[in-house]
């Protein structure tokens, strides 16, 4: 029978919150542009930007309005066409901007354990089309940079990270944002390092930074001509205020979450042990910007399905992040997949759950999620 949860029992916890600092703190950098009268692209979002490509080590970091638009921009500036290889276990926004840019989204396979483009399947992928790789660093873990970098040299094709996940993750040391031709991140109001809304993207290309400069503000060089066919998406002082904040706590935010994660993680092993959660290959790091188990059904006799329904009744919001997979959403569906080319992605999208995990999610908080987890093994393993 299906237990409900009593009326007003608990509040509902929620997958993910954005973790923000008392009003005062964002006061006085918001006086300024409304002293100033200069409200867009002026000093803090200079600022933001020198201080990110600080922190990032790398040449270029542009503030835009959002990931997306960023990803536009960038496909854009560099003169893509054709076919780009893209995962179909990511956000929509990492495929839109394919299409906005008339280029033909071609759907290739994830790793079964980082849940990452698999370099071999985007080799099985590549055609005389074909002239980018578009990867995702999943929930912040770090894509395989080096071989899609060799593949990438291989064939000669651009290649881009959708690192909208990752602020703040690493491999080997260097922090993502260096790596491929350029890596886009997203602002939002969830992700660990956040402007409210906003993206920023990382480039060593010269030629590329200046594009999505201009491209930002409709393609204008200053002198009202357009070069080119540019967008809206410029970030304004407001947004990089909070971004500023927001990159002054990270590196205790980040602390945080990695502290919780590994809290999380070791509460539902002892529960579960057959549980399987996200491999963080050797030699990186990651946000933990999604905090997600694996259900094998095979394994635990349970599907994911029924977790999140349980969940649910206890006041606990969890998310089945990406499902379904890009090839079956309804934007997608002219994009032709060969049979039993996503094995990997269906198998994963349909057993992946995310649990909350936030900056500053409460002890007690966490103590709930493993005591329902507790209990729905119980029921479980009882019938
Ligand atoms: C992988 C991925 N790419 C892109 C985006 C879009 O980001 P934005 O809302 O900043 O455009 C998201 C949003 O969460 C995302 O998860």
């Known amino acids: 029978m299906k237990k409900t949860r009593a009326k007003g029992a608990h509040p509902t916890i929620p997958v993910t919150r954005p973790t923000l600092e008392p ?32 922190y990032l080590g790398v040449k270029h970091c542009v503030a835009v309005s959002s990931c997306t638009s960023g990803l536009m921009l960038v496909l854009k500036g560099l003169g893509l066409e054709g076919e780009v290889i893209v995962p179909s ?30 370099p071999t399947s985007v080799e099985k992928h590549i055609t005389k089309k074909t002239s980018a790789i578009l ?31 990752a602020f703040g993750s690493t491999q080997s040391g260097v922090r993502v944002g260096n790596f491929g031709d350029a890596e886009v991140f997203s602002l939002s109001p969830i992700k660990v390092l956040t402007a409210v809304e906003g993206g920023l993207v990382a480039t ?77 290959p050797p030699h990186t790091t990651t946000t933990h910007y999604i905090f997600s188990i694996y259900i094998d059904p095979h394994v635990l006799g349970y599907t994911r399905d029924m977790l999140f329904d349980f969940l649910a009744t206890q006041g606990i919001s969890a998310r089945k992040y990406f499902y379904p997979p890009l090839h079956k959403q309804t934007a997608y569906a002219e994009v032709a997949v060969k049979k039993g080319s996503l094995v990997v992605t269906d198998t994963v999208a349909e057993n992946v759950l995310s649990l909350p995990l936030y900056s500053h999610i409460s002890k007690e908080d966490m103590d709930r999620v493993l005591h329902a987890f507790k209990e729905f093994t119980q029921n479980q393993h009882a019938h």
């Not at 409304?34 to 490509?53: C, N, P």
């Open 23 to 54: 009003y005062g703190m964002y006061a006085p950098l918001f006086e300024k542009p409304i002293q100033s009268g200069m409200l867009t692209t002026h000093a803090h979002v200079a600022d933001f930007e020198k201080r990110v490509a600080k």
């Open 89 to 118: 276990f990511t956000f929509a926004a990492t495929a839109h901007p394919l299409v906005w840019n008339n280029l033909t989204p071609v759907f290739a396979d994830v790793e079964p354990g980082t849940y990452t483009l698999d």
């Open 204 to 280: 060593n290309n010269d030629t590329l930074a200046q594009y999505v400069r201009l491209g930002r503000n409709y393609g204008d060089d200053g002198t009202n001509n357009t070069l080119f066919v540019g967008l809206s998406a410029r970030m304004s002082e407001f947004h990089a205020a909070v971004g500023l904040r927001s990159l002054a706590k990270l590196p205790t935010n980040l602390k945080n979450r990695q502290t919780k994660a590994r809290y999380l993680r070791a509460g539902l092993k002892k529960i579960e042990p057959n549980l399987r959660f996200q491999i963080i």
């Open 135 to 165: 990867a995702t660093h999943v929930f912040g873990v770090v894509c395989d940079v080096k071989k899609l970098q060799a593949l990438a040299r291989k064939y000669k094709l651009k290649l881009i990270f959708d690192a909208a996940h």
